[in-house]
């Protein structure tokens, strides 16, 4: 069976599936029973052009769902109004090997109408969720493959690190300034646990380490008290960089548990000058790849307070970080 004859076949399947949908046939209620009718309809289809044989894959959850003569039938539905829709996964671990070519059946619900089309040309890129998917889109123009100008068959083969160095690259084209990559960022890798860890709970010692780290990174901390978002990136960086989820985050810099028992006055200034030391540490011993990410361009250890201290400097309102911290003798280089 050659490319033509299977299309022939898929053709006819899907023309006949069209016309029992839309005369209110069975069949097409629910994604089990709709990928029931495709593997029905390819068996008819093949009967009658005498060629190929119709079975299933070796696992139910496998890909591709039916297996025609090598060719490879992935069946997509939604009662969604769109033709868009979640693939496999990047890795395709749970691949058939005897299909090397796949196409797409796809049931809207809707309508109804069911379309199909070469599996590579309707992926239109790469969602991250536990695991990267493909992202499926009928209507598109360029794939994903066209953008990377790879072939589909090609990229199948590469191994889980090559595909990733794709993805990556594909991913940070697409996020904006305030968006950071997670676990599929290898240039910033670190040991993420794998459960999310609540601020609140944590050691003393450790919330004292992740407070440093986060205001080194974060100098937007120090705009006006009304400014919007202020927090933002703390909160991307604590997340990201250390699974800790803090949903309060001003508390982290002007609660009078961080402030000391005096009243009144800059809470935030207080509160960071009581962990200058940690904050110092933290700018010798954090990677150079996160200053690239957080503040834009990458920064020599030694330069890394004095460049904070500019940053702050820009942000703050009604004070000069640089002639607070550090007995103030950063300032004189940043007049």
Same mark, same amino acid.
């Given at each position: 069976?050659?490319?033509?004859?299977?299309?022939?076949?898929?053709?006819?399947?899907?023309?006949?599936?069209?016309?029992?949908?839309?005369?209110?046939?069975?069949?097409?209620?629910?994604?089990?029973?709709?990928?029931?009718? =495709?593997?029905?309809?390819?068996?008819?289809? $093949?009967?009658?052009? &005498?060629?190929?044989?119709?079975?299933?894959?070796?696992?139910?959850?496998?890909?591709?769902?039916?297996?025609?003569?090598?060719?490879?039938?992935?069946?997509?539905?939604?009662?969604?109004?769109?033709?868009?829709?979640?693939?496999?996964?990047?890795?395709?671990?749970?691949?058939?090997?005897?299909?090397?070519?796949?196409?797409?059946?796809? $049931?809207?619900? @809707?309508?109804?109408? #069911?379309?199909?089309?070469?599996?590579?040309? $309707?992926?239109?890129?790469? &969602?991250?969720?536990?695991?990267?998917?493909?992202?499926?889109?009928?209507?598109?123009?360029?794939?994903?493959?066209?953008?990377?100008? /790879?072939?589909?068959?090609?990229?199948?083969?590469?191994? /889980? &690190?090559?595909?990733?160095?794709? =993805?990556?690259?594909?991913?940070?084209?697409? #996020?904006?300034?305030?968006?950071?990559?997670?676990?599929?960022?290898?240039?910033?890798?670190?040991?993420?646990?794998?459960?999310?860890?609540?601020?609140?709970?944590?050691?003393? @010692?450790?919330?004292?380490?992740?407070?440093?780290?986060?205001?080194?990174?974060?100098?937007? #901390?120090?705009?006006?008290?009304?400014?919007?978002?202020?927090?933002?990136? =703390?909160? /991307?960086?604590?997340?990201?960089?250390?699974?800790?989820?803090?949903?309060?985050?001003?508390?982290?810099?002007?609660?009078?548990?961080?402030?000391?028992?005096?009243?009144?006055?800059?809470?935030?200034?207080?509160?960071?000058?009581?962990?200058?030391? @940690? /904050?110092?540490?933290?700018?010798?011993?954090?990677?150079?790849?996160?200053?690239?990410?957080?503040?834009?361009?990458? $920064?020599?250890?030694?330069? &890394?307070?004095?460049?904070?201290?500019?940053?702050? @400097?820009?942000?703050?309102?009604?004070?000069?970080?640089?002639?607070?911290?550090?007995?103030?003798?950063?300032?004189?280089?940043?007049?």
């Amino acid at each position: 069976m050659n490319f033509l004859d299977f299309e022939k076949i898929l053709e006819d399947a899907v023309e006949r599936m069209n016309k029992s949908a839309k005369a209110g046939g069975a069949g097409f209620d629910s994604a089990n029973s709709f990928e029931r009718t =495709v593997a029905a309809e390819l068996r008819v289809a $093949c009967n009658e052009a &005498r060629l190929g044989t119709v079975e299933n894959t070796f696992h139910p959850s496998a890909f591709p769902d039916i297996l025609v003569n090598g060719f490879g039938v992935e069946v997509k539905y939604t009662q969604r109004k769109t033709w868009h829709g979640t693939g496999n996964s990047i890795f395709e671990g749970m691949r058939d090997e005897k299909t090397k070519h796949i196409y797409i059946v796809f $049931c809207r619900a @809707d309508l109804p109408e #069911i379309r199909w089309r070469k599996y590579e040309e $309707c992926i239109k890129g790469v &969602r991250i969720s536990h695991s990267p998917r493909y992202m499926i889109d009928l209507d598109i123009d360029e794939s994903f493959f066209d953008e990377l100008q /790879i072939p589909y068959s090609e990229f199948i083969e590469y191994s /889980i &690190r090559q595909k990733m160095m794709y =993805v990556r690259e594909h991913v940070k084209a697409r #996020i904006s300034e305030h968006e950071r990559l997670w676990w599929i960022d290898e240039e910033n890798s670190h040991t993420l646990p794998m459960q999310v860890r609540i601020y609140r709970l944590l050691p003393a @010692d450790v919330k004292r380490t992740l407070r440093a780290e986060a205001a080194l990174m974060c100098p937007q #901390i120090f705009k006006g008290s009304r400014a919007k978002g202020k927090y933002d990136q =703390v909160a /991307i960086y604590l997340l990201t960089q250390h699974g800790v989820y803090a949903p309060q985050l001003r508390d982290l810099f002007s609660a009078g548990s961080v402030a000391g028992p005096e009243r009144g006055g800059n809470y935030l200034l207080r509160s960071l000058k009581r962990i200058e030391n @940690d /904050i110092m540490a933290a700018s010798k011993r954090l990677d150079d790849a996160l200053f690239v990410e957080y503040w834009g361009s990458p $920064c020599s250890v030694e330069q &890394r307070i004095p460049r904070w201290l500019e940053l702050a @400097d820009h942000h703050a309102v009604d004070f000069r970080p640089s002639l607070e911290f550090f007995g103030g003798k950063y300032s004189k280089t940043l007049l």
